[in-house]
């Protein structure tokens, strides 16, 4: 009788990401010029949005960081205004999920700080933050924004404890969380939900992996395996598994693979090098795809995740000659899906002050949107508000389209709700003015309208005309200037999207009536 024994050797396996590579952006699409914090802190330094990107700055006397437009690439002016109204070094930043203008930074000052951005950006120095959170008796690490609640915040301190902050009340000073979580014995080095936000991990100093219940903090599980030290971990959305990166006994890097549902063994354990920079793993949960980029390297290696062994199945690696010190990492809502990017990394390269955009491209041939590769993914509306969530409800995110055109009808219905802050926003009065101008000249309104109308003060640049002075100094004019260029760019992505889905829908006519031709002969 033979005994048939598993074989690990690497077999021919189907996948739609078996040839997905990694494009650096050209030169003028970069950030130069950026003058990237020197902390040995193993965070990203850096977050992006849409609209903006947040990177952490080296600085004397206190913290800061730039918050740059998305668009403003090329050569960095050296006098930037910045955010800096921490005492000490800002460690961490992260963009509210749920509100572009909104972000969150934490500091060696022991405070959170979270912040209101203009909607065009930071042109003067921002010292008043929108919320101080005042808790921690230690200089704050780390902070996490909960993934479906809205102005739900997580910090993590040198204290040894992680607190749950609301945002949602009236008081711009807070000095009580809702919760503090203490099961940790030494510092927390990294946070991760599950898709919900029902469930949080983490990893500590202390070589454990934790799984917690974020909203009462109560300990369901904890690992402690002596041949892996986790330094990293990821909840990988719905599969029920942990990813954790860190090192073996040997120090050789290391990622493992962890039943959700049992933290007493790994299920996989992979030796990567013998390097000695922290390994930051990023998930992608719509394609299940992991990208591993190291602290110090200028490679990331990227892989298939399933719920079947192997488990973790080898794409293919980025190689550069630029080693990178963080990375930030663009959601979905921002991707270029005409050219099938399905994922973007913003690389901090400190030997070149250099932030460099990378995107990860499936290559197909059509130009058409490609639904196979672009489920329906987490939006920008919380499926729950923060006092929901404390009150024991659960939810999973608010899904939405990635297809081009169905995000401009949703702005569109925002705009004629009004409601929330977005109503300020100056993208949206500038289209809202344009729109009634148009409906003003077809002569669809009526005479109550017209009236309506001309008490209405026209908008120019999102300011009322009427509050708009000429300016009077060469570096007024320049912001006006500034601010004229923002709003340009932003009407010229609305036309390119509404361009691309008439391609589309031309593209699809062309190919009903091929098949309706062939159909007939």
Known sequence: MT???????????????????????????CYDGVPITCSVQDN??????????????????????????????????????RVSGHRGNVLDVKWNPFNDFCIASCSEDTTVKVWDIPPHGVLKNLTVPWKELQGHSRRV????????????LFSTAYDYKVMIWNLDCPEQVIKNPVRTISHHTDVVLSMSFNTDGSLF??????????????????????????????????????LKMLLTTGTSRWNDRQMALWDQDDLSVPLLQENLDGSSGVLFPFYDPDTHMLYIAGKGDGNMRYYEISSEK?????????????????????????????????FRFYKLVTIKSLIEPLSMIVPRRSESYQEDIYPMTAGNKPALTAEEWLSGIDKGPVLMSLRPGSQVAESYSEMSKGTGRSQN????????????????????EDGSHAVSDRGR???????????????????????????????????????????VRVKQLELEIKNIKNSQSQSSL
């Open 425 to 444: 926003r100056p993208g949206m009065l500038q289209l809202a003015y344009i729109q009634d101008q148009k409906q003003t000249k077809d002569g669809k």
């Open 3 to 29: 005994v048939s024994k598993m074989t690990w050797r690497p077999q021919y396996r189907s996948s739609k990401f078996r040839h997905v590579f990694g494009k650096p952006a050209t030169k003028e699409s």
């Open 201 to 238: 991990a983490t990893t500590c100093k202390d070589r454990k992996v934790r799984l917690m219940e974020p909203r009462s903090g109560n300990l369901l599980q904890e690992a402690n395996c002596k041949t892996h030290k986790a330094g990293k971990v990821l909840i990988l959305g719905n």
């Open 457 to 499: 003060t026209p908008v120019s640049n999102g300011e009322d005309l009427a509050l708009c002075s000429p300016p009077r100094t060469e570096n007024e004019l320049r912001l006006k200037f500034h601010k004229q260029q923002e709003e340009i760019r932003r009407l010229r992505e609305l036309l390119h999207q509404r361009d």
């Open 141 to 152: 690490g780390l902070i996490e924004w909960h993934p479906t609640a809205n102005n739900i």
């Open 44 to 81: 990203n330094f850096c977050a992006v949005n849409p609209r903006f990107l947040a990177v952490i700055t080296e600085c004397a006397g206190g913290g800061a960081f730039l918050v740059l437009s998305i668009h403003h690439t090329g050569k960095v002016d050296p006098h930037q205004p």
């Open 310 to 342: 192997p488990y973790i199945h080898y794409l293919t690696e980025y190689r550069s000659h630029l080693p990178q010190k963080g990375m930030g990492v663009m959601p979905k809502r921002g991707l270029d899906v005409i050219s099938c990017e399905v």
